[in-house]
């Protein structure tokens, strides 16, 4: 089974944030670079969750908090740019990535929504 785009471009976001953060100085490591992998983190988790549940509800509610985690890393990514951790750059290219995973769990909602409606699974 071939493994949806959604999956390996967090994946590839997560693998590029991890080291990223551990760059950060010591007094912001446990603040900021904590709070960043965290909720990178859990986006992921929860497009895993989300790619394993038959539940339409439940689905619903993954992708939610997928698209929660990707608000929280771009809030994290600002402040981390506005306290000078990261370059204008790196700020940019998380931009890039994040807009890219944005639009794939777009289209992975539409799609989810477009089954429910098929179905007659009416969401709570």
């Given at each position: ?18 080291p ?7 007094a ?6 904590e ?6 983190l859990?986006?992921?988790e929860a ?16 992708l ?8 929280l890393t771009?809030?994290y ?9 990261i ?13 890219e995973?944005?639009r794939?769990?777009e289209?992975w ?5 477009a089954k ?5 699974v009416v969401?709570?």
């Open positions: 089974m071939k493994e949806s785009p959604i999956f390996h471009k967090l994946f590839e976001f997560t693998a590029w944030v991890i990223l953060t551990l760059k950060f100085p010591r912001q490591r446990f603040v900021v670079a709070a960043l992998q965290r909720v990178t859990g986006a992921h497009a895993i969750r989300a790619g394993h549940t038959k539940d339409p509800v439940a689905l619903a509610r993954e939610d908090a997928v698209a929660l985690h990707l608000s771009r809030f990514l600002r402040l981390a740019h506005k306290l000078m951790l370059t204008l750059k790196q700020h940019e290219y998380a931009a890039e990535r994040l807009t995973i944005g794939l769990l289209a909602k539409r799609v989810s929504a429910k409606v098929a179905t007659g969401a709570e």
